[in-house]
């Protein structure tokens, strides 16, 4: 079922209810992160001091291509301060030169035989201090034997093109893997007999998720124990511990991550980077603590990146506008080494879903990824394992069809949609969506913008020469990674733990494997077990970010931590209060059938007046006395949850741009989003994840590219080169929802941290594409700046890659 | 070399390398690690302090340059247990995610309410535009910075007046 009605009203704010308004449970709260954060006093990774830390700077190659011929550092470790410089020679020696990457790939922690990228890794300073570790660096002296790099992602298997991983074995050309999903035969029988066949290159330029937090890590080996405590900006903690623990032999239980509060992450921080690797091994070498801390041009040329992708698009349909068939050849850029972050059996992520929120009769999807001379990466931005680049491609196609036919964008929709009753709907490459509404968030989404007004709005300017665009996107996406028997991640399943312990006076403590990085984990945390239990959000500590203290689980990403997380989170609740139902019958001499609960206090049906609270029963079940027989005494309870299914979030969104004739600037004049990701835990914090997404959508449109010159230079190095959206380029985002609970989420909620992000950017585009109609315009690729917008109106459009 | 200067108020004296940058300083030798590190090209503003009540971008000011001025950061908006509304702002409007942009996004939001009590969002949205945030989109900080303006009571933290 899908409900439609307003959120709750706010108070010039989203919403955030006061302090004497708190839901017991879900709604506005205010969250539990802020007083820290609001005051200065939040504890990121670069705060953390320890007594007798040295400072670690990296040195990285200025080609994209090299052999390195010889590295002379005995200037730098002549320098007063410095106390270890380590190359790539150095640590093969112990067998650490090289590391596994999250596809099985490898990838160098330091280069030995050559450079693969601009900026790759090539040696490490330690220091005593910031400075004089960067000091140091420049006194290295490295020679290197240039070799043409691999730039061109169309000409990396070409037979001329030099081989980039010449370190794997018997490795002959450029390729990583092939990759298919759909019926190719059946797709091939539609395309045939279609009325109408659109097919459009459509280029995803690499971008970056740049957070404003770089990445870095404080490394702490105690000599003795061989204790190793890692301050590290990372999203996954726990998959990082094991993974230390496989490859550096270090044993798991001398390993604890610390991921500590966490300036961003969205994608970023999954990856285990060089630099966290060379502080690990800097500290067992040097028996001090060892700090990395990257700075913005290290973030931008050297981690994990996103997108990148070519994709060919080919859409069939009748004439009236019922699509039958879409199909995709792929040519993805993974970069110098495979560290797309995905789970195992998806080298695509899940790009599978590029049918999107229709439906048709075939699909089919063929793809090649190689490497290139570029930084790796590519799971990143906010992409739900590539949905991102899965949505662009369907909600651009379908675009241009509604071109072809001379219709209208939205009409095109509503009129392919899957349709309510189709739940649980199989897509034709496999994937259950298990529940969505799609016409009413759609229909909102229009009431919102007065869609009619605006494309009448649209006629009158056009008639005047002004460019004005209404551009639409409808995106559903696939989070919550995810059932264990499909999906894992290095061989360690995607299942999440939870722990909930309630004290004897009735208050809480929650231990999560999830991390936030912004998400605002200890605010929605507390919610749910408050719901679940009764206990007020600020009677619940929630721990997460610790392996020492929480319970195994893979981390925060793919928006899967509410999905997953969430899940777990309610049920452990759930768990405990069974429990507490059975003490209660004892406290209230009747049987556990005639028992109701009252979020928060159990009562004898019948007889209201006999009730016990939680914390009553929290008392008694730490108390003295006896309890209800072959029961043992305390109130806590643990989990591991492993989802049946991803959830499917979906959204309408909307729009509206106004372009200068003159200069091709283009103007965001208004974006409407209505959401659904089932259940609202905190509707504050979801609006507020919604926007933050959206401003990416903008940016990625409109501003954001890494790219690079014919000799693998990175044109993107700082923030002066990549460009962020900020709010002169962003409009007041206006949103709304409809809500259609997940059937297979025990509190029915979906992900949503990741789904403005994905649907945006088509919107964005195709309202900049509406706006050039005039000019006959079906497609130009982002990122549409003025330069690039200008281009199109001329008639010179060019790929940007 | 020698600096003196003022921080939240408090006088400071230290031995700094002349190159030190400001952000460093007040991190790494006072131990203010509300101010935050980000670019170094001066484009994201996470490391925005005020000096004598005007933001400044503290990864390209030398410590050298902040000698002998007043100095305020995140640590210093707080006066006896009182959050400054611009703190408050933030709160009750979600203007902030992982709170990593958040402290130099609210000493420019003091420096202009200081300067402009009643400002438009257009003049908010200005006063921002040297910072960037990546979790907000913006409006809720405009709606903070807005709240903060409708709910101001004496506060001149980090005004040179």
């Given amino acids: 079922m899908t409900t439609t009605e307003p959120a709750p009203p706010v108070d010039g704010a989203l919403g955030a209810a006061s302090d004497e308004e708190r839901p017991i449970g879900f709604g506005n709260l205010r969250r539990k992160e802020d007083p820290r954060l609001i005051r200065g006093m939040g504890h990121f990774v670069d705060d953390v001091q320890l007594p007798g830390m040295l400072h670690l700077a990296i040195l990285r190659s200025p080609m994209a291509h090299a052999k390195i011929v010889s590295i002379d550092k005995s200037a730098a470790e002549a320098h007063p301060k410095v106390v270890a410089v380590i190359t790539g020679e150095d640590l093969a020696a112990q067998g650490l030169a090289w590391m596994p990457t999250l596809s099985n790939d490898v990838q160098a922690v330091l280069a030995t035989d050559k450079v693969r990228f601009q900026h790759q890794e090539v040696a490490f300073v330690v220091a005593e201090d910031r400075y004089s570790a960067r000091d140091a660096l420049e006194l290295i002296e490295v020679d290197y034997e240039w070799i043409d790099p691999v730039v061109d992602v169309r000409k990396t298997m070409d037979p001329e093109t030099p081989i980039i991983r010449d370190d794997l074995e018997g490795k002959t050309d450029n390729h990583i893997f092939d990759w298919e999903t759909g019926d190719e035969a059946a797709t091939k029988a539609v395309f045939d007999n279609a009325d109408v066949v659109v097919k459009e290159e459509i280029i995803y330029p690499r971008v970056h998720p740049a957070p404003m937090e770089t990445c870095g890590a404080v490394a702490d080996v105690e000599r003795v124990s061989g204790q190793l405590t890692l301050w590290c900006t990372t999203q996954a903690p726990h998959a990082h511990r094991t993974v230390y623990a496989l ?90 080494f495979n560290g797309v972050a995905a789970p195992t059996k998806y080298p695509a992520g899940f790009f599978g879903v590029f049918t999107g929120s229709y439906d048709i009769d075939a699909a089919y999807c063929k793809m090649q990824a190689v490497y290139t001379n570029k930084a790796p990466g590519g799971v990143a931005y906010a992409c739900s394992f590539r949905i991102t680049e899965a949505v662009y491609l369907v909600e651009r196609i379908v675009d241009c069809l509604a071109y072809e036919l001379e219709m209208d964008p939205a009409e095109l929709r509503l009129k392919n949609f899957i349709q309510p009753e189709q739940f649980p709907y199989e ?199 006896d309890l209800p027989e072959g029961l043992e005494g305390g109130l806590e309870a643990q989990i591991c949850y492993n989802p049946d299914n991803l959830t499917y979030p979906f959204g309408a969104y909307i729009c509206v741009v106004d372009i200068d004739p003159g200069t091709a600037v283009v103007k965001v004049r208004r974006f409407i989003a209505v959401d659904d990701c089932g259940t609202q835990i905190n509707p504050m914090i979801i609006e507020g994840q919604v926007h933050g997404g959206l401003a990416d959508g903008v940016g990625m449109a409109m501003m954001e590219m890494i790219s690079f010159d014919e000799d693998g ?72 700046t003025p330069s690039r917008v200008w281009e199109t109106m001329q008639g010179n459009h060019t790929p940007p890659i | 070399m020698q600096v003196n200067m003022t921080i939240n108020g408090a006088e400071v004296s230290e031995e700094i390398e002349p190159r030190h940058l400001l952000v460093h300083f007040l991190r790494d030798q006072v131990g203010l690690t509300g101010t935050h590190w980000g670019c170094d090209t001066s484009n994201c503003g996470t490391c925005v302090v005020l000096i004598d009540g005007e933001p400044v971008k503290s990864c390209t000011t030398l410590a050298a340059m902040a000698g002998g001025h007043e100095v305020t950061t995140v640590e210093g908006l707080e006066q006896d247990g009182v959050l400054d509304p611009v703190q408050e702002g933030f709160m009750q409007c979600h203007g902030l995610q992982c709170g990593f942009c958040t402290p130099g996004m609210m000493l420019t939001a003091r420096a202009l309410l200081n300067n402009n009590p009643n400002p438009s969002e257009g003049v908010i949205r200005e006063a921002i535009s040297g910072q960037i945030c990546r979790c907000t989109g913006y409006s809720t900080i405009v709606r903070s910075i807005q709240w903060a303006a409708n709910h101001e009571s004496a506060v001149t933290i980090g005004s040179s007046s």
Wanted: hydrophobic share 40%; charged share 20%.
């Fill in chain 1, 247 to 336: 490859v550096a032999g270090l044993p798991e239980h001398k390993i604890r991550v610390i991921a500590p509060d966490i300036g961003g992450g969205f994608g970023n921080k999954v990856p285990i980077y060089p630099g966290y690797v060379c502080a690990i091994v800097a500290s067992l070498v040097i028996g001090k603590p060892v700090k990395w801390m990257e700075d913005r041009t290290e973030n931008l040329v050297s981690t994990g990146f996103a997108r990148d992708y070519v994709m060919e698009a080919e859409i069939a349909a009748t004439k009236e506008g019922k699509i039958q068939a879409i199909r995709t050849n792929v040519l993805a850029d993974h970069g110098a």
């Fill in chain 1, 427 to 625: 897509s034709k490459t496999g994937w259950v969506y298990d529940s969505g509404n799609y016409e009413p968030a759609m229909r909102k989404a229009m009431d919102m913008a007065g869609y009619e007004e605006l494309r009448r709005e649209q006629a009158e300017k056009r008639e005047r020469g002004e460019l004005m665009g209404i551009g639409i996107s409808f995106f559903t996406e696939a989070v919550g990674a995810g059932p264990r028997k499909d999906m894992d991640i290095l061989g360690l399943g995607m299942a999440d733990g939870c722990e909930l312990r309630i004290h004897p006076t009735g208050k809480a403590v929650v231990r999560l494997s999830v991390k936030t990085q912004g998400q605002g984990h200890e605010t929605t945390f507390a919610q749910i077990i408050s719901e679940e239990t009764g206990i007020p959000p600020e009677d619940i500590d929630v721990i997460h970010g610790d392996t020492d203290n929480t319970p195994f689980g893979l981390g925060t990403y793919g928006s899967r931590s509410t999905p997953v997380s969430g899940a777990a989170a309610a049920l452990v609740a759930r768990k405990v209060r069974d429990k507490a139902q059975i003490i209660a019958s004892g406290m209230l001499e009747a049987s556990v059938a005639d028992l109701q609960w009252d979020k928060g206090s159990f009562s004898v049906a019948g007889d209201p007046e006999k009730s016990v609270t939680i914390q009553d029963i929290a008392m008694k079940a730490h108390g003295a006395g």
């Fill in chain 1, 713 to 784: 230079n990175c044109l993107g190095g700082s923030l002066m080169d990549y460009l962020i959206p900020t709010a002169l380029e962003t409009p007041d985002w206006e949103t709304g929802h409809t809500v259609t609970p997940s059937p297979h989420h025990p509190i029915g909620a979906k992900g949503v941290g990741e789904s403005a992000t994905v649907g945006s950017p088509p919107a964005v585009v195709n309202a900049i594409v509406d706006a050039l109609k005039p000019y006959g315009i079906r497609h130009a690729d982002m990122p549409l």
